[in-house]
């Protein structure tokens, strides 16, 4: 179903300013309560605003546009008092000939934000954007037919927001290109050469190095340049080393041509740039402490603990030198980008940290057990708000290290990812149905409330909490340990149990577990517990792996 085999009927159109908590019906005057079949368009004319569908926060940004069907309810807030949202309230139509047939919602999804440029959107709206309206039942059918059709360009945008998206499943070559710049990236010290990356990527070479290009502005040799000397300058800010080792160290045969390419690109030589380095310039951020922290400008040796941190790091492309890995290892998804991490214990241990000697600490929380000003004598140390959400939290670390441009990239991508994954299972689930997650270690049991699987669950792919767990949500609660006999007064319509491998093999021979299952039959999922993690590594690669969950195999 497309918008062309649709007849959109405007019902009304609205424009109010959000300037403290509202509820739905705050700006409803002159709206028909019983018209229970009019689906909202909401769309954010300010930026800084947060709208609550069924209590779940969605933050939108300028040019935001949410669709709310008729059983949803809804409410939104704002920091700042002059911002605003356009409202539409419409109804759909199938066309059948001469017939009309109403249907529930036009093919988009809802309570998920579509972010389209704002431009455009004021440039569909007009004069709608910037003046006050008065409530459209007091327009001419003249000005109703203009807002009409204006309603009708803004859904266009949308559903082709959802086709670009759908073109991902038909962007193959691409990935395998992607993959070959990750190899690059993790084995430049190596004797790469075109034709080896080529081959990796089952392309001829002049097909390869076009679509590498394409996909990174440079020729593969010239990225392959780019990212030895930028490895040259990590260590030349941390080693004195003959120039012979280093080259070596990051896959230069010949210490004078790696001179030319460093010259070339960054205007110094190694040495004077190992020497400027000596006199670093720092900057001030401000951390969930409220601490002023002074932070070199571009510091490359970074420790983090992991918990949220290591993934968000690895993803920017920022590979930290030491970590809390001792017992993630096993555990996460991408055991294997983490080789060259050094590890520092459980969380955090000073005396591993401080034979690391880094230039910055990255905790993402922090226990006042731990000594806090042993960290800062070791290196400046940053505390994460704990309380972030992923992009929130990917944003903060970006801004950190400068590398804003690559977290709204990965966030778009992520976004595009996430509608295909919604679109593939349309016929399976219901955006809106309520899940629970739950976590099985040895003999205790788990309710995730805000973080690992469930996350991905509630923020991305349009499930809800139950109301028990939303009430654990609303205290602030990640977790909670529970005792056997109160699964079932946690259970969903839907249920994911995570469990280590070994677990697995056995787990539905579990009494407690058992009747989980006749309760929500054909709607219990069980999962290997290296997918309850909220990284955007684990987020990224769930989504690949969520038909199999749903066809009710085991995921490891």
Not at 234 to 251: D, F, M, W, Y
Not at 279 to 295: A, L, N, Y
Not at 368 to 394: G, V
Not at 476 to 496: L, M, T
Request: with cysteine; glycine share 4%.
């Amino acid at each position: 179903m497309n918008l062309t085999s649709l007849y959109i009927r405007l019902q009304h159109y609205d424009r109010f300013q959000v300037d403290r908590i509202m509820s739905a019906t705050s700006h409803n005057e002159g709206i028909n309560n019983h018209e229970t079949n009019l689906c909202t368009l909401l769309i954010a004319l300010s930026p800084a605003i947060r709208l609550y569908v069924d209590k779940m926060a969605i933050d939108l940004r300028q040019g935001s546009c949410t669709l709310i069907l008729p059983i949803q309810s809804y409410t939104v807030e704002s920091s700042n008092k002059e911002a605003q949202l356009a409202r539409f309230t419409f109804e759909i139509f199938e066309v059948d000939g001469m017939t009309l047939n109403r249907i529930a919602h036009p093919p988009l999804l809802h309570g998920y934000p579509y972010h389209l440029l704002f431009s455009q959107v004021k440039q569909v709206l007009g004069n709608e954007a910037s003046n006050n309206n008065q409530f459209c039942s007091s327009l001419s059918t003249l000005e109703m037919a203009m807002l009409q059709g204006r309603l009708q360009q803004i859904l266009a945008m949308m559903v082709q927001l959802d086709e670009q998206a759908n073109q991902l499943q038909h962007e193959e070559k691409t990935k395998l290109v992607q993959q070959t710049v990750q190899y690059i990236e993790q084995h430049y010290d190596e004797d790469l050469t075109v034709e080896q990356l080529a081959n990796m990527a089952g392309m001829v070479r002049w097909q390869y190095s076009q679509k590498f290009k394409i996909l990174t502005g440079k020729k593969p040799t010239d990225y392959l340049t780019h990212v030895r000397i930028n490895q040259a300058k990590k260590i030349l800010s941390n080693s004195t080393e003959p120039l012979r080792k280093i080259a070596r160290q990051i896959g230069f045969k010949d210490e004078y041509y790696f001179s030319r390419c460093f010259h070339k690109l960054t205007g110094n030589t190694p040495r004077e740039y190992a020497n400027i380095q000596l006199h670093t310039p720092e900057r001030t951020v401000i951390d969930s402490f409220g601490r002023k922290i002074h932070v070199p400008i571009d510091a490359t040796r970074i420790v983090t603990d992991g918990k949220f941190t290591l993934g968000e790091l690895l993803v920017l492309g920022i590979p930290p030198i030491g970590a809390a890995i001792s017992i993630m290892k096993d555990n996460v998804v991408y055991h294997n980008k983490l080789r060259n991490i050094h590890s520092i214990g459980h969380w955090v241990d000073p005396d591993k940290i401080a034979q690391l000697q880094p230039e910055l600490l990255l905790l993402s929380y922090f226990h006042p057990e731990h000594d806090l000003q042993k960290l800062d004598a070791i290196a400046p140390t940053i505390i994460l708000n704990s309380k972030f959400s992923l992009f929130e939290r990917l944003r903060y670390i970006a801004k950190l290290f400068e590398r804003s441009k690559a977290a709204e990239k990965w966030i778009s991508t992520y976004e595009n990812k996430v509608r295909l994954v919604r679109r593939q299972l349309a016929d399976v689930y219901v955006a809106g149905e309520t899940a629970t997650v739950y976590l099985k270690l040895d003999t205790k049991y788990y309710v995730m409330c805000q973080t690992g699987l469930a996350a991905s669950l509630y923020e991305s792919l349009g499930f809800r909490p139950t109301p028990q767990v939303m009430q654990l949500i609303e205290q602030g609660q990640a977790w909670i340990e529970i005792q056997q006999h109160q699964i079932n007064h946690y259970a969903g319509e839907r249920n994911f149990i995570l469990a280590s491998p070994k677990e697995l093999l056995t787990i539905t021979y579990c009494p407690q577990i058992a009747t989980l299952i006749e309760l929500a039959p054909g709607k219990t999922h069980f999962i290997d517990f290296i997918w309850n993690h909220c990284d955007p590594i684990t987020r990224e690669r769930l989504l690949e792996v969520l038909p199999c969950i749903f066809k009710k195999k085991v995921i490891r």
